[in-house]
């Protein structure tokens, strides 16, 4: 079974390996997550579990989602997830699964899926990585500009604007996903999970934590 937790981005810190080298990490805290439903494919066309994550007030919820949550014997969460799973599960709605499950199935290297920092309205240096105009004279307050944007137009058409030109615009904000992290610790007594890697999102941003699909 794909083993898979919803939790939140702590921050940094890190370890010491074997050699008393300093391994930089992300302390993710996962879980305790309750199954909220379990997808088989004779009613829904696939495996997967449900998971809710993070307690919510329920004036702040719906009445779909408390009705859901109560046939799983629980309260409403906060966040609702699913794990896509290749064969049956083996838990059923209303179990809660824990950081356990990464050493009960010796996890070594996951998947984390995350929304990036947003950074709003960028230029074209900051949001491709363009070189800018010449710091010369005869540039004058156009430094950081993309400079033509039709130059490749066909003959006859005019100076035309292709479709997917990299331009300024909005940058981040978009759902990302670093795949085959090493795990290099987890603490049971603590819900956190302590990753080797580049992980998505701000610290207290919600992640989803998967078996690597590539590795391991």
């Not at 805290?29 to 379990?38: E, S």
């Not at 049956?88 to 984390?112: K, L, N």
């Amino acid at each position: 079974m794909t083993v898979g937790l919803l939790g939140t981005k702590v921050g940094m810190t890190r370890v010491f390996g074997d050699d008393g080298s300093a391994l930089p990490v992300t302390v993710v805290k996962a879980g305790p997550c309750v199954v909220l439903q379990v997808k088989a494919p004779e009613r829904d066309g696939y495996h997967a579990l449900q998971l809710g994550f993070g307690d919510v007030k329920p004036h702040r919820s719906t009445m779909p989602m408390i009705g859901h949550a109560a046939q799983a014997g629980t309260g409403p969460k906060r966040y609702v997830r699913e794990i896509r799973l290749t064969e049956p599960a083996s838990v059923q709605a209303g179990d809660v699964v824990t950081v356990e499950q990464f050493a009960a199935h010796q996890v070594r290297y996951v998947d984390v899926s995350g929304v990036t920092k947003g950074k709003g309205f960028a230029g074209v240096m900051k949001r491709h990585g363009f070189g800018g105009q010449k710091s010369s004279h005869g540039v004058e307050r156009k430094h950081r500009s993309a400079g033509g944007i039709g130059g490749h137009a066909t003959r006859g058409h005019g100076r035309a604007v292709k479709k997917g030109k990299r331009m300024a615009g909005h940058l981040g904000h978009v759902r990302r996903t670093s795949s085959s992290l090493e795990l290099m610790k987890v603490d049971a007594a603590n819900d956190l999970l302590l990753i080797r890697g580049s992980v998505p999102g701000p610290n207290g941003g919600l992640v989803v934590v998967r078996q690597a699909k590539k590795k391991g």
